[in-house]
C-alpha cells in the first residue's frame, strides 16, 4: 500500500542535542512537506520542498533543516537553537507542488527533556 | 488575529446526533476549503474538498461553503462514536500552491 512513513513515532532529546525525523513516501509524490502542531496552534508549516534538491522555508522554520535528496524523502533536523522544539510533527505530500490536497503520515512526538 | 478560526472544543455530543463543525477566515482569496479528519496521535486524512461556495455532500457528511460570510461548516448526520476525533479546517489562496491554511482543530466525542 502506498502511503508515508515517519520515524520514530516517539523521540525523547536532552537539550542542546539535534534529532533527525525521517519521512518517506512510496506514493511517487513531487512535493513533500514539514508541518508542527501544537494545542492551540493548529498545525504550523515548517518547511516544503516542490522536487527533488530544492527546499523553501515555511512559517516557522527557523531552528530546522531539511534536505531533499532523494523523491522519496524528506528528513526534517530538529536543531539545538529551535527554543521550543517539543511538539508533534507531521510529514505530508502532494502529487505535484500546485495539487490542493495532501497526504499525510502518522506523525512524530518529539520531547525534549 | 489568526486568518482561520476554529472553535477548538471540546464538543460533547450523544450518539446519533447532529454535529456542526464551523471555521471562519479573515482572506476573501482563499479559494479551496477542505475537512481533515485527525483521531488521537495520527496523522490527519482528508474528509472532505470544496472549490468556492456551496454545498458538497458525501454520505453522513455535508460541507458548506459561504464565501459572502466567509464561513465554512462541515455537518455529521447520524453520529457515531467512530466520528470521535479532532477535525480540522483548511483552505488555500489560488495562488499559494499546496500552502495550506489550518484551524487550530475542533476535538468531538460522539457518546454512544
Known amino acids: 500500500d502506498g502511503g508515508i512513513t515517519q520515524s520514530p513515532k516517539y523521540l525523547f532529546r536532552k537539550e542542546g542535542q539535534n534529532v533527525t525525523l525521517s519521512c518517506e513516501q512510496n506514493l511517487n509524490h513531487d512535493a513533500m512537506y514539514w508541518y508542527r502542531q501544537d494545542p492551540g496552534q493548529g498545525l504550523r508549516l515548517i518547511y516544503y520542498s516542490q522536487i527533488v534538491n530544492d527546499f523553501q522555508k515555511g512559517d516557522i522554520a527557523e531552528g530546522y533543516s531539511v534536505s531533499r535528496e532523494k523523491k522519496e524523502s524528506f528528513p526534517l533536523t530538529v536543531t539545538s537553537a529551535q527554543k521550543n522544539p517539543t511538539a508533534f510533527y507531521l510529514c505530508?505530500?502532494?502529487?505535484?507542488?500546485?495539487?490542493?490536497?495532501?497526504?499525510f503520515g502518522a506523525g512524530s512526538r518529539l520531547t525534549v527533556l | 488575529q489568526k486568518e482561520v478560526e476554529q472553535d477548538p472544543g471540546p464538543l460533547s455530543v450523544p450518539e446519533g446526533a447532529i454535529v456542526s463543525l464551523n471555521c471562519t477566515y479573515s482572506?476573501?482569496?482563499?479559494?479551496?476549503f477542505m475537512w481533515y479528519r485527525q483521531y488521537s496521535r495520527k496523522g490527519p486524512e482528508l474528509l472532505m474538498y470544496t472549490y468556492s461556495s456551496g454545498n458538497k455532500e458525501d454520505g453522513r457528511f455535508t460541507a458548506q461553503v459561504d464565501k459572502s460570510s466567509k464561513y465554512i461548516s462541515l455537518f455529521i448526520r447520524d453520529s457515531q462514536p467512530s466520528d470521535s476525533a479532532t477535525y480540522l479546517c483548511a483552505m488555500i489562496r489560488e495562488t499559494s500552491g499546496s500552502r495550506l491554511t489550518f484551524g487550530e482543530g475542533t476535538q468531538l466525542t460522539v457518546n454512544p
Open positions: 482572506n476573501s482569496a482563499f479559494q479551496y
Open positions: 505530508a505530500s502532494s502529487i505535484y507542488s500546485g495539487a490542493n490536497v495532501l497526504t
